[in-house]
């Protein structure tokens, strides 16, 4: 907490001593059925402040119409004031005599919308600029759970956004999110996070009381939110041994006995391409081998120049291209990046798609093979039937690979898709994507 000025000092003294009138703080419990909504809440207890209306009314327009109008808070000489907690009442008046604020974020957070609600805007200002400094990986879901309870869409979208960012570093301590609010988080399609590393998090939460004392269902929790067919075997071990620690040993081995075996994969289009070369209809014959494209992978560029753009020789203002050999014509180096054996080349609002007949994957991981570029913003979505698409990658929420290449991110589609889909946002690409998961012949 900032040290109050001498004036802050002396007033902060006469604060709760004396007064004209009263802010009286309803405080709401939960009721029997666990709701942490004030709407199914029972107010238990009334807390009260002495405070001078007159200092009220020097910071808020609210406050003086209240007290120069015909309310109730004039008549009677009282503020009621419900849906935030006594502590952060008690802060938001200790500002208006001191100007001094506590460090707790969480509080912060609901300080804000008091100053929202009562027009206090030095205030407003003021929560804006904290809030912003003491957002946190460790304290995101804490000030997320504060923002939603007061309905602080803007503090809101700022702790989602700390939470996308960083998973693996927040999301250890969502346990404190309210079932509706971990839903939220949990469905969204910007949170990048492995099945994998999503297990190992909720089997975490299981440890914490918090959970316990609001009677999760944590296998149905982990049920609804981790696809196990997405993990390698070595994966499941470990999932495994943990939850078999905390009971949920036989709930886990349950599910991973239903889900069809796959190919483990670091390269998605790559493992293809081998399988094709290694199948028996492709080595029977020398001279007529089958086409990768077309039954293994249909490669969908949005621009009708986009493989001749990709393989012109010599100076770009030559309009070039050697199509003496079908390696290096239009249908050849097509194949060739859908095999990931070349890079792809797009600008900004180019687009393409991947499309698997016959095989499909269940995503737990990307990378690209050299960094992004700091000018650079592209998006990676999948799909099961090539009109749905779920956001898998966005560059924006992983700023670091714009300078780092090779580095795998963690996602997961919660089924089995067959469709990819790369779209550059802005700036020029040139590279290749790799796609980590279980691979599964279709039925």
Not at 122 to 131: G, K, S, T, Y
Not at 209 to 221: E, Q, S, Y
Not at 353 to 375: N, Q, R, T
Request: glycine residues 4%; contains cysteine; proline residues 3%.
């Amino acid at each position: 907490m900032a040290k109050a000025s001498a004036l802050g000092s002396a007033l902060l003294k006469c604060f709760n001593e004396d007064g004209d009138c009263k802010v009286i703080v309803e405080d709401y419990q939960p009721d029997a059925a666990g709701s942490e909504s004030t709407v199914h809440a029972k107010c238990q207890r009334q807390i009260e402040f002495q405070v001078w209306s007159k200092l009220l009314c020097a910071w808020s327009d609210v406050f003086t119409a209240m007290f120069t109008h015909d309310f109730r808070e004039k008549a009677e000489k009282k503020v009621i004031i419900s849906g935030f907690s006594l502590e952060a009442v008690q802060a938001f008046l200790t500002f208006l005599y001191s100007e001094v604020l506590p460090d707790d974020p969480a509080v912060l957070v609901e300080v804000s919308a008091l100053a929202d609600k009562y027009s206090v805007q030095p205030l407003l200002e003021v929560c804006a600029e904290r809030v912003e400094a003491e957002l946190s990986e460790e304290n995101a879901c804490a000030m997320l759970l504060a923002a939603d309870q007061v309905g602080s869409k803007t503090v809101k979208d700022r702790c989602l956004d700390q939470i996308f960012r960083s998973p693996l570093k927040t999301l250890p301590k969502a346990f404190v999110l309210s079932k509706e609010l971990l839903h939220e988080v949990l469905t969204s399609t910007k949170l990048c996070i492995g099945d994998y590393e999503l297990a190992m998090v909720i089997l975490e939460w299981t440890k914490n009381p918090t959970m316990k004392t609001r009677g999760v269902n944590m296998a149905l929790l982990l049920q609804q939110n981790v696809q196990l067919a997405a993990l390698t075997e070595e994966q499941y071990s470990k999932v495994h041994s943990l939850a078999d620690s905390l009971g949920l040993g036989t709930k886990v081995q349950e599910l991973w006995s239903r889900r069809k075996r796959g190919i483990s994969t670091d390269d998605f289009f790559e493992t293809l391409a081998k399988m094709f070369l290694n199948s028996p209809q492709f080595k029977a014959s020398e001279t007529k081998k089958p086409a990768f494209l077309g039954y293994w992978i249909n490669l969908i560029p949005s621009q009708v120049g986009f493989v001749k753009k990709a393989i012109y020789y010599g100076n770009a203002n030559d309009k070039k291209y050697d199509n003496t050999d079908n390696k290096y014509a239009p249908a050849g180096k097509l194949e060739e990046m859908a095999m990931n054996m070349a890079e792809i080349t797009l600008g900004t609002n180019d687009e393409v798609k991947w499309m698997m007949p016959h095989h499909a994957i269940y995503v737990s991981g990307l990378c690209f093979s050299s960094a992004l570029g700091d000018e650079n913003a592209l998006q990676v979505f999948a799909s099961t039937n090539g009109d749905n698409w779920d956001l898998l990658f966005d560059s924006e929420l992983q700023p670091h690979l714009k300078k780092q290449g090779s580095v795998y991110v963690s996602c997961r589609t919660k089924n089995l898709v067959t469709w990819l889909k790369l779209c550059i946002r802005k700036g020029e690409y040139a590279n290749k994507l790799k796609i980590r998961g279980i691979l599964q012949v279709k039925p």
